[in-house]
Structures are given as C-alpha cells and as structure tokens.
C-alpha cells in the first residue's frame, strides 16, 4: 500500500476537477440518455387522429420530417406530443396547416417551456450528481480511512472518533450485587475522580491503572459501566480488538489518539475490556504478530507518558490475567488488580435479587434457596436464570414468576431444556431410573456428602438423560480427601446400579467417568492426597478462569504412575459404591420404581422413601451383618 505517499490535494484543484467531471457526465447524459427519453414521451398517433385534431384547431406546432411528422396538441389545459407518418399524396397539407395558424417548428415540438427544460435537464441533474457523487466520495475516503487511510481527507494513520463515545448507560454500583471488595476498590478511584485534592494532601497518587480479572461472566465489563455512572466523568470505553487492525501500525495510532483524546478529556476513565488481545506476552518470535506487539509497546509507552495526577485512570478487562506480558502488570501501569470472582452464596442471593427487581415476581419467592442450588453460577447465568424464569411464566400465561419457575429455570441453565421429543424406551428409562439413584444413594449413604436435592430422569436438550442434583447446604471452601473421594464414589454410583441390576453397562456414564477421572488426577497431581508424591506438585494449571488447562510436568516413569495410581483410585471407589448399592440394594429397587413411575424426585420424597421402615432391604441388611 503506498497510501502513506499520497498527499491530500489542494481544495480548490480538486473542487475544479470534480465540478468538469459532473460537467462530462451531464453532457453523456443529454447527448445520449435525454434525447431517447424524451423520444419515449411522443405518443404514436394516427393520420386520422391528426386530421381531426388539425380540423378541431388543436394544434399548435408541427416539425415535418422526412416521412414523421410531429405534433403539439393542445387542450383541456394540457399538452402533448404525437407523432404520425407523412403521407405524401396529401399535398395540400402545408396549406392547411398554414391557414390553421400552426407554427412550423425546425425541431421536434415540445410540451415545456426552454426554460424548465434546461432546468430539468441540465440544473437538477447536476445539482443531484454534484451531492451524491460527494457523499459516495466521502463513503468511499472514509472506508479507505478505515483501511489504512483516516477519516475525511487521506490523512495516515488516525482512528475514528467515534469509538470513544462517553458512556450514558446510567449503570450505578447498585447494579452490581456482590463483588464488594471489588466496588470498594473501584470506589477509591471514583472518589479520588471527584475530590483529588484529599489525596493529593497526603501526597498519596492514584493507581494509575486497575485490571479487573475474573471468569467470564463475573460482571467485570458491568463493574466498568458502574464506574463510569458513578464517577461523572468523560469514559472512553474500547474493546481490545477494536486495537488489532490489518495493517501495522494502525493499532498503535489507535492507541496514541485514545490516549491523546483521554488527556484533553482529563480527568476521565479509560476502560480497555478483553486487554489480552492486546497485552498478550511478546514472545520474540521471528515473524510473531508485529502489529499487536507494536499495539502493546505504544500501550505501555503511553501508560509511562502521561501524568497520573491530572486524572486518567485506565480501567481494563481480562479473564486471562496469566497471558499478560509481565510488563504491562508492574506497579506504575496496571498496578492495582481487582479480582472478580464467581459469586458465593450470599452474593449469588443479591445477584437474583437485583435482577429480580426487573421482572415481575412472587412476594413469597426464597432466593436463599435458589442461590444455594446455582452454586458455581456466574452473575450472567443467575441474570439469565431468572430471565427464564420470566419466561417460562409467560409461556404458562401468568403475570408473574414464581419460585417454580426459577427452579425449572435452573435446570434449564444447567443442564438445558427439557427434551420433550425424545422418548425413551421403557427399558431406557428403567436403566435411566437406576443410574439415577445409584448415584444419589451412593451419595445419601455416606456421611459428608452434599443432600440429594431432585432427581429427574427427564431428557434434556444438553443431551442428559436424566440427572441428580445435589445442593450443598452452605458453602465450602475446602474439600477433605474423604469429601473427594465420596464425590468419586458418588460420580461412579450411576454406573455400579446398572452393573448391580443388569450386570450390563451402558454409555450413559461417559460424563461421570469424564468428572470421576478429572477429580482423582487432581487429588494426585496436585492436591498431594496420594501417599508416593507427598506434597509434589506433578501438574501446573493455566488458564484458571477458562476451564483451566493442565499440563504434567515429570517425567515418564511419574506419568505412568500417575495414571496406575488414577486407576486404582477410581477403582476402590467404585467398589465402594457397588458395595453401598448392594447392601441397599431394597431401597435401590424402591426408588427407582418411584423414580421410573413419576420421572421426578424431590429431596424431601428421596429422604422419606429412604427413612421409611424398609420390607425387604432392612432385613437382608441384617442378615448380612
Ligand atoms: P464479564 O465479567 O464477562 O465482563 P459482564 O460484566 O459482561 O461479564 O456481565 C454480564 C451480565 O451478567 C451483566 O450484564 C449482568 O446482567 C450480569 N451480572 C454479572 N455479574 C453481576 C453482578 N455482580 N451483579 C449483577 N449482575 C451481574
Ligand atoms: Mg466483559
Ligand atoms: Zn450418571
């Protein structure tokens, strides 16, 4: 591209240029366009038609040619042209035309005056051509700024303005359930905005950059909004990826006009969401992405440049903090780090609170309850959850949700719409049944685990056949290796009823074993619960937010260990819960015949059920001790 050379022409060259190109284009248009439409207005008539018309004194001018003759009719207030053929034998034509005082006319008449025809023809088309060929041009300019040019006049290297727009979404920090250690944070940097001279008194400055990290969903991109309705000051809001541009360089000017802007602005808030795109390590690479790296360099230069105490604060986003270049993390950048965390039971309780504010909504609804079965929810499921569940009220024609409908609403965040279509067969079901309680069973019959809270064998449109949930009754934040390994034995339930029942196995476990497997690796490699690795750390995690990558770190020999000791691990458990089901193997067949016959159970069913004076299973139970 050799944009960069082109230099924007002297105004008047280009005005005179543009005003004979329209010039060149009116005239094609009149030689060439006009004449055919205006031969397309001339309506045929007959030789008859023109006599009668010539008789009746209604015509004004004529045009002989050769072998056409035109004519101008005039009446009823109006007027128009024909044309008919020249017949030669009638000879005294002329005469009579003559005698009719018909204006003999070199050119083919026509209906308008000179005047509104040279308007019509040559202003009005000018005019029109003049103005949207401009605004074409400037389409045109404007897309090559884009490009690599600039906005207007080809001017290099300038971005379009208007992405930084000063925020009006009037988000306030009341918006933002939970997260309290995050908005105290953030409402330092508000104040400081509002009252600097207390600061400045002490001498104390302001951190000159504040990274919010969190998984997604954690209302970081919200807290931001907040910001900017609190604190009253212009906010420049741009997304990492509005940096990256196809040609080198561009990102870079990006960056210096952002920055340029947010100092004129001073005191305001830039606010940078998804900065990994941007701030990603430079590597060093030959051939890396010189674009985003010279993105990055400008950043950090600028961050360096300007002067914290007029008052820009810089606000950014990621939920990849570990993918950061460390330069951009040290103090006199981004400095201060605000975690977001995912909510815990008391935050996810205000989450749906605040959200409930916007829908219409039982006064009896117990958001403790629902706060305690989302447990892991981020604040973007719980907004969702209870978007569902004004809809589903809306679906069943209510004026408002309930708590049934959050609970439905739940299930569906979690594990996806039920599945009406798909019927199972009976024998499906009953497999499914089993399954089920195996694993709530597993899961009732050992101590420190979390209470069965429903089991459904209704499929679902994640692709679950049936599911059990558990619900906690606080919160945890840490798990013992006896707590683990119940998960385990609880996860391989579902598949030691099938094998207990129909001494067959089917796919339906794929999942389990998926989670069964994932725990006991983590509890060798990096919970240092196996008795041969001590407290050794065999697996490094990145990526925490995101699911969390793993990558072993040992060598071959400790991986094949790793995997024996995973096996052996799963194993017992899984004997262990075949071995519960066995032993209650009365209680097994009782509700799973409940569950086969009314596809759901309420904890509060399960645990009756469960504590009901057995027939058989209390005797064989017996028996065998
Ligand atoms: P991210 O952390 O990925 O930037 P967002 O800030 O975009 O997440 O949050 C998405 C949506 O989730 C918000 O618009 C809001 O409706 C909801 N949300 C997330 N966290 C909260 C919270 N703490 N309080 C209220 N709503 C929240
Ligand atoms: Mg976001
Ligand atoms: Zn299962």
């Known amino acids: 591209m050799d944009i960069k050379e082109k230099k924007p022409q002297p105004p008047q060259n280009s005005t005179l240029f543009y005003c004979v190109l329209v010039l060149v284009i009116l005239l094609i248009l009149n030689i060439f366009v006009m004449p055919s439409l205006a031969e397309r207005s001339i309506k045929d008539a007959t030789y008859d038609a023109f006599l009668n018309d010539l008789e009746a004194g209604k015509i004004s001018e004529v045009n002989l040619e050769e072998d056409v003759i035109y004519y101008l009719e005039e009446g009823n207030g109006r007027a128009q042209v024909y044309k008919t053929g020249y017949i030669s034998s009638d000879v005294d034509l ?16 026509q209906t308008m005056s000179p005047i509104v025809s040279f308007l ?70 508000v104040d400081y905005l509002h009252n600097p ?90 051939g890396g992405n010189d674009e985003r790296e010279q993105t990055l360099n400008q950043l950090l230069t600028e961050m360096d440049g300007f002067d914290g105490s007029k008052g820009v604060v810089i606000l950014a986003a990621t939920n990849r903090p570990d993918s950061l270049d460390p330069a951009l993390l040290r103090p006199g950048r981004f400095d201060r780090r605000i975690p977001v965390e995912l909510p815990d039971l008391k935050g996810r309780e205000e989450i749906l609170k605040v959200h409930a504010r916007k829908i219409k909504i039982a ?26 569940a004004a809809l589903r009220a809306v679906r069943d024609r209510r004026k408002f949700a309930t708590q049934a409908d959050l609970e439905e609403s739940i299930e569906v965040v979690i594990a996806g719409y039920q599945k009406k279509s798909r019927v199972l067969s009976e024998k499906e079901k009953l497999i499914v049944s089993y399954h089920e309680v195996g694993h709530a069973l597993v899961a009732a019959m050992q101590t420190n685990s979390a209470p069965v809270h ?30 683990l390994e119940n998960k385990i034995a609880t996860f391989t339930g579902g ?43 065999m697996e490094s995690m990145s990526n925490q937010y995101l699911g969390g990558d793993s990558s072993l770190a040992c060598s071959f020999e400790t991986q094949t260990q790793i995997d024996k ?8 458990q899984h004997q262990k819960a075949y071995k519960i089901l066995e032993d209650n193997i009365g209680k097994l067949h009782e509700l799973a015949k409940f569950l086969y016959e009314n596809e759901t159970i309420t904890g509060e069913e399960f645990m009756r059920i469960l504590n009901t004076k057995p027939r058989i299973g209390m005797n064989d139970q017996a028996e065998e001790e």
């Open 94 to 109: 002329v005469e009579r035309l003559d005698e009719a005082g018909v204006v003999f006319n070199k050119e083919v008449p």
């Open 120 to 189: 019509i023809s040559w202003l009005l088309p000018f005019v029109i051509i003049w103005f949207l060929g401009g605004w074409l041009m400037k389409k045109l300019m404007k897309n090559m700024g884009n490009m690599g040019g600039g906005p207007g006049a080809m001017s290099f290297g300038k971005s379009n303005d208007k992405i930084y727009v000063k925020s009006s979404t009037g988000i306030k920090f009341s918006d933002v359930a939970g997260e309290d250690e995050a908005k105290e944070l953030l409402t330092e940097i």
């Open 197 to 286: 001279e207390k600061y400045k008194e002490i001498g104390a400055s302001m951190p000159k950059g504040a990274l919010l990290v969190g998984p997604p969903g954690t209302g970081k991109t919200l807290l931001a909004k907040a910001v900017a309705g609190e604190a009253n000051v212009p906010f420049f809001s741009i997304s990492g990826s509005e940096f990256v541009e196809m040609f080198v360089g561009m990102g870079a000017a990006k960056v210096r006009d952002l920055f340029k802007q947010a100092n004129e602005k001073a005191p305001c808030i830039v606010f940078i969401d998804e900065i990994d795109t941007i701030g990603k390590k430079r590597d060093g690479q030959i």
């Open 363 to 388: 006064d009896n609804v117990n958001f403790y309850e629902i706060a305690k079965a989302a447990s892991g929810a981020s604040g973007a499921e719980l907004a969702n959850i209870v978007n569902e």
């Open 454 to 483: 429903k089991i459904t064998i209704i499929p679902r449109t994640s692709g679950a056949l049936g599911y059990t949930m558990q619900v906690e009754d606080g919160e945890h934040f840490l798990m013992s290796k006896e707590e």
């Open 495 to 537: 598949r030691a009823a099938e094998e207990l029942i129909f001494h067959s196995v089917t796919t339906g476990a794929s999942n389990d074993i998926e989670q069964a497997t994932k725990l006991a690796r983590g509890m060798i490699t990096r919970y240092g619960m196996s008795d041969d690795f001590d407290m050794v750390a």
């Open 565 to 572: 000791k995973v096996v052996e691990l799963v194993k017992k």
